[in-house]
């Protein structure tokens, strides 16, 4: 019997992980031990020919596209960004929904000439004033956009909208809608050509639990 090709998934940390271990679980996929617990950064699972490793969300687009991780696990926001070259994308997950939204203050007056939006999603934010006929100029931040329009650093920020209530606490508002956002399953060139038999019984299963959890 020929030897089964050992598979890596790689596994966003912060907020998807936990949305995202029931469905691999449903997949029977589980990892060894308690990936909360830990300060591991690659993990075993029930599968010996199956590893996670568990990197940044936006790092799981650079892993997968260059064969250092067979398939992963990231949100829609962070794939555009990445641009999503080498990448195949066969399953919509539906998990950590939420919106890409342009907001500002909510008192915010129309800007005359070229406006200055604050982003962590650079390439987006790009493409989408671009395609408004929009000519802007756009400032990277890592993290906290709201406060980027309050200290006068920018006019509008791109980011993800849930609830809103992250931009209301910080008197902004949503004003126009960019894309909605979930988790997806993603698949490198490489693994897609030379592991696929292992692949498409974890893509069926997986969209199995999705649908499952889907109709409740
Ligand atoms: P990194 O650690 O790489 O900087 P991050 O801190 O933005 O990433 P998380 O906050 O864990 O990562 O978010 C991961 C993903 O969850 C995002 O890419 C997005 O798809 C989704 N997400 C972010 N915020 C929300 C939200 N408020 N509601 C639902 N989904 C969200
Ligand atoms: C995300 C996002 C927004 C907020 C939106 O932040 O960056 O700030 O959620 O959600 P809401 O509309 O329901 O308020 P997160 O909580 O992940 O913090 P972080 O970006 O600092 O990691």
Known sequence: MMKKQQ??????????????????????????????KSRK???????????????R????????????ADMGIAGKDVLMEHGGKGLYEPLDLEIA????????LTDALP????????????????????????????????GAMELAP??????????????GNTLRANGLEPMDFIANISSRLVVGQPAL????KQIQPIIEMMSEAVVNRREG
């Open 7 to 36: 598979l890596t998934i790689a596994l966003s940390k912060g907020r998807i992980l936990e949305e995202t271990l029931p469905l691999l679980e449903a997949a029977n996929i589980i990892p060894a031990e308690n990936i909360f």
């Open 111 to 142: 800007v005359e000439g070229r406006m200055r939006i604050a982003t962590k999603f650079v390439n987006i934010a790009k493409q989408y004033f671009a395609q408004q006929g929009c000519q802007v100029d756009i400032v990277k931040l890592y």
């Open 193 to 196: 050509k030379m592991k696929h």
């Open 57 to 68: 969300a936006t790092d799981v687009p650079t892993y997968v596209e260059y064969g250092g």
């Open 150 to 163: 309050i200290m006068g650093l920018a006019d509008r920020i791109v980011d993800i909208v849930d609830t």
């Open 97 to 104: 929904k939420c919106k890409l939204m342009v907001a500002g």
């Open 41 to 55: 950064l690659i993990f075993d699972t029930n599968h010996d020919n199956i590893k996670f490793v568990v990197i």
